[in-house]
């Protein structure tokens, strides 16, 4: 395979790069730069989703909703080289940036071992780094940033520390690959096997004629060679079978996982309200624990691919950059450590508002107590001794406030305590916090991938309710996942649950809702569909929990009861916003 390059839309292109890493296996790359020979800073991705793969053509519904609602996106460009989840370049080199794409290891047009997420696309990732610093073009200073894969990758190749890496912007990446990605609250997600089948295996290496060609160069996307399914499946590693096996955390995730306490350079990091399932805890945890003393947060709403592209996305990206990879005068130095979308019902884009840390200091942590007669939330601890049971793999039990006298915010993490019991030595649980407007009919808002997305979500299997005390805090209790501990049948067990952050401000007259479930979320109209999902999306986006092998009906079915009582009451822990600012 051979590379060349052109000048072409004010732009100076080299297709197919070689960059040899440490055991011979050669990655391939494009890198857009400018036209003049002044070195420059690097924006680079490194992933699996095939560099000469146009968005238009791989991921047609996502285009056209991008098309349909963010129209500012598409402007200012030919759109000629739209790549799924990365920079367009150009928007990007005009402004004396090179973009460069890297398909990783087994993925496109690079050769190799195609293992998603493992330790050695990691290692890979930062020689790449490496050997685009120390290219004549570049100026010394490669800053990473992408969506998704291209952001989730930059927490673990961070804590490498190659030297030529100078500043993250993590769009949309979760960072803990047990929690936050492959199994919540203990409860694995199918959303990774159906991933790699609809967004990876389409991709890999070796696909050859079966696969796309590039519409800008005519070349295959994987590769010039085809090989037979049975090769390409000894070529990949068997992930979902590994996430089966690996069913606690340990060794496994954590060689997929960046070690927080050694990422030093400037990172972004934004996330998306509506990212349940996947990247919004990994963006926020990312924040809090990375040791960086130069760190930022943004939480916006909407499409999890759309933001990026917006005006409003690039100008973040812009002035960001600017400011770390260039020395410019972006006003970087005034941006808010912490800015935050604050959704609203009705609203489908939302007033941005500037804070000071997170969780947010002025945050009033409420409870509110479950109660058994009336299936009300309420302030006041319920005096009722009893129980309510409900099918454990059913629509479980909801609990509602009363209609509210004045708005509400709640914006943060939130927790709930409940003491359940179970026919069998296990249980799932699915909470959903919902809010409904005065004729009852649930306020959703597009979330990341599936536009009907209930306000948060949180998960725990039983067994895996043991919490780390060193790192839960009241309102995000973190649970270790490193022993199972059976129930026993018919005992009461008190149950810590982690809820993602959310926010939304509630209106007066609408109430908000707790539902205690056996089973995913699901939303009470039309199913959606994207192209390169595999299933239909009922509310949960992808990242729902049925495997059945993972969930067996002889553990998990049955009946499961909540216990009420004055000295152990359930509760869910909210963090209600005083109203001094809109």
């Known amino acids: ?85 990365v920079p367009d370049p150009e928007k990007w080199v005009p402004d004396g940036y090179a973009c460069v794409r890297i398909d990783s290891r087994g993925a496109g047009r690079s050769e190799g071992f195609l293992a998603v997420h493992g330790p050695q696309e990691t290692r890979d990732f930062a020689a790449c780094i490496e050997w685009i610093g120390s290219q004549p073009w570049c100026s010394g200073k490669v800053g990473l940033n992408g969506i998704s894969y291209y952001a989730a990758n930059q927490w673990r190749v961070a804590s490498l520390r190659p030297k030529h890496l100078a500043a993250l912007c993590i769009w949309e990446g979760f960072a803990d690959n047990y929690r936050d990605a492959t199994h919540h609250g203990g409860i694995l997600s199918v959303f990774r096997k159906n991933w790699q089948d609809m967004q990876v295996k389409t991709v890999q290496h070796g696909v050859g004629e079966r696969g796309a060609r590039s519409v800008v160069t005519g070349e295959l996307v994987c590769g010039p060679e085809t ?32 070690d ?79 800015q935050l979308q604050i959704r ?31 299936r009300a939330l309420t302030t006041d601890v319920p005096t009722s001794s009893t129980t309510l049971a409900y099918d454990a793999m059913g ?7 009363a209609p509210l006298e004045q708005e509400m915010e709640i914006t943060g993490p939130s927790a709930a305590k409940l003491f359940l019991s179970s026919a069998t030595a296990d249980a799932d649980v699915f909470l959903v916090l919902q809010v409904f407007d005065p004729e009852g009919t649930e306020v959703v808002f597009y979330g990341a991938l599936d536009p009907h997305t209930p306000i948060g979500q949180g998960w725990l299997r039983a067994s895996h309710r043991k919490l780390d005390s060193s790192r839960s805090k ?32 509630i209106p007066r007259g609408y109430r908000f809702g707790l539902c205690v ?60 916003i005083p109203q001094t600012q809109s």
Request: a negative charge; glycine letters at 10%.
């Open 1 to 85: 395979m051979s590379n060349k390059n052109e000048i072409r839309d004010g732009m100076r292109i080299d297709w197919d790069v070689p960059i040899t890493m440490e055991d011979g296996v050669v990655l391939r790359a494009d890198i857009f730069r400018p036209l003049n020979d002044t070195p420059c800073p690097a924006l680079v991705t490194y992933g699996p989703y095939g560099k000469g793969l146009a968005f238009q053509q791989g991921y047609k519904t996502a285009w056209e909703i991008m098309e349909r609602d963010y129209n500012d996106a598409l402007e200012g460009t030919s759109n000629r080289y739209q790549n799924w989840e």
């Open 227 to 258: 090989l037979s399914e049975e090769v390409l499946a000894a070529n990949r590693a068997d992930m979902p079978r590994e996430l089966l096996t690996h069913h606690l955390d340990g060794d496994y995730y954590w060689s997929q996982a960046g």
């Open 260 to 338: 927080m306490a050694k990422i030093e350079v400037p990172l972004l990091s934004a996330g998306n309200w509506g990212g349940q399932g996947l990247h919004l805890r990994g963006n926020v945890e990312g924040f809090v624990n990375a040791a960086s003393t130069q760190k930022w947060l943004e939480m916006h709403g909407g499409a999890h691919w759309a933001e990026f592209y917006t005006d409003y996305g690039l100008a973040l990206q812009k002035c960001f950059f600017g400011h770390f990879l260039k020395g410019e005068a972006t006003g970087w130095e005034q941006q808010p450590k912490v």
């Open 344 to 374: 609203r019902p009705g609203l489908t884009k939302f007033p941005v508002r500037a804070e000071n840390e997170w969780p947010l200091a002025r945050t009033q942590w409420t409870k509110f107590y479950f109660d058994p007669d009336t």
């Open 395 to 401: 629509d479980g039990l909801t609990f509602m406030s």
């Open 474 to 505: 009241p309102y995000r209790p973190y649970h270790a996942h490193d022993e199972l501990q059976p129930l026993t049948p018919g005992v009461s067990t008190e149950l810590d649950v982690e809820i993602w952050p959310t926010c939304i401000v």
């Open 517 to 576: 479930r056996g089973k995913d979320y699901v939303w009470a109209g039309a199913a959606t569909s994207l192209s390169n999902m595999k299933r239909p999306m009922t509310g949960c986006g992808p990242f729902v929990h049925d495997d059945p092998e993972d969930r067996p009906a002889e553990v998990f079915g049955g009946e499961n009861t909540l216990h009420f009582a004055p000295d152990n009451a359930p509760f869910v822990l909210l963090p209600v």
